[in-house]
Every structure is written in C-alpha cells, then in structure tokens.
C-alpha cells in the first residue's frame, strides 16, 4: 500500500510538470502570436488552453481521493496540499498566455504593440517561458537552492514591467490611449504569469522543508 502512495504521489509530480512545460509552450506561442500579429497561432493557444484545465482537474481530482482515501500526514499531506495549490497557480499561468493570445486575435490584423516596445516583450517572453521550464525541472528534482533561485528571474521580469511605464510617460509616447492600454495589461499578464511560477517554486520548497519561504 505504501509503494502504491508513493507512486501516486510521483505521478501528480508527472502531471505538474506537463502542466509546466504546457504553460511554458502556450506562452511562447501567444508571444510569438503577438509579435507577428499570427492569427492561427493565437487561435492554437486559445484552442489547447482546455488541455491545461483538463490536467489541473485530473490533479485535483487524484489529489482529494488521495486525501480521503490514504489520510496522508506529516509531509505526505504537504505534498498533496501544496499539490493541489500548484495546479491552481500552473493553470493561472496558462490562462495568462490565453489573454495575451486573445489580445493578438482581437487586434487581428494590426499589431498589437507598437514597434518600441516590441523588444521588451519578446524578453518578457523569453523570460517567462524559462521560469516555465525551471519550473518544469523543480518539481521533478525537489531542488529547493533551484528553487529560491526563480526570485532573480522574477526580479528581472518586475524591472521590465516597470520599464514599460517609463517608456509609456515618456516624451516620445505618441501612440495615444489604446495602445498604451494594451501595453499595460499585457505587461501585467506576463509579470503575473512570473509570480505564479514563483509560487509553484515556493510550494515545493514547502514540501521540502515544511516552511514556506518568504518573499
């Protein structure tokens, strides 16, 4: 019975892994969707965004059998609680790409964003889709120094978003209201994407140690 909790336990790591790298891909097409005003690509992320819901609810749904079933304590129950939160988080980040795919549908067939500010969210891209990946390979690993280490990426994200106002206030802004409004919430999508991938580091660090860390 033992063995059999334990491989359980390792087959919800499985899940939020391909969750991971899904979020991760959707992320880098709906980037790349927005870059190149792609409409089939957008509509490709918007389309497989249902595959990520159907994993979190099959993680969901392992987790509490597991919870009524084998009444795990100690650190077995953190596993399977932080479990639960992580898919929460990993699907957040998946519907982040979604809206970034949605913004490039709606704007279809104009660009999106202005040439100026292109630069910054092909590294926000970038970024986010290595905080993914890191993700990915934390969860798999339980590397906690791996783990505490996402901050600085993190760290990196918030500086672009915060660049992204001073570009946006600045003298040589001459491209109206509308395109500054789709600056700021597609800034936001890919600076929150970063936090949930933070968090689903912490949550592991959690089920290492049995001490979420702080911020």
């Keep these: 019975m033992r063995e059999a909790f334990k491989e359980q336990l390792g087959n919800l790591a499985e899940e939020l892994a391909a969750m991971s790298a899904m979020v991760g891909e959707a992320m880098e097409r709906a980037t790349k969707a927005l870059l190149e005003a792609d409409l089939k690509l957008a509509e490709q992320v918007i389309e497989?965004?249902?595959k990520v819901d159907q994993v979190r609810a099959?993680?969901?749904?392992?987790?509490?059998?597991l919870l009524?079933?084998?009444a795990p304590v100690a650190g077995d129950l953190r596993y399977v609680i932080a479990t639960i939160h992580a898919a929460e988080d990993l699907e957040r980040m998946g519907d982040l790409a979604l809206h970034v795919a949605k913004t490039a549908r709606r704007r279809h067939p104009q660009q999106v964003l202005p040439s100026d500010v292109q630069p910054y969210f092909a590294e926000m891209g970038?970024?986010?889709v290595k905080l993914a990946g890191r993700v990915r390979d934390i969860i798999r690993t339980q590397d906690v120094t791996a783990a505490r280490g996402m901050e600085s990426d993190d760290d990196e994200m918030d500086d672009l978003h915060r660049h992204l106002f001073t570009v946006m206030m600045?003298?040589?802004w001459d491209h109206g209201i509308a395109p500054a409004v789709d600056v700021t919430l597609l800034g936001r999508?890919?600076?929150r994407f970063a936090d949930h991938a933070v968090s689903v580091a912490r949550r592991v660090v959690f089920i290492v140690t049995g001490k979420m860390p702080s911020r």
């Design 48 to 50: 497989d965004d249902a």
């Design 126 to 128: 970038r970024i986010a």
């Design 189 to 191: 999508f890919y600076e």
């Design 58 to 65: 099959r993680v969901e749904e392992q987790s509490f059998g």
């Design 68 to 70: 009524a079933l084998q």
């Design 170 to 172: 600045g003298d040589n």
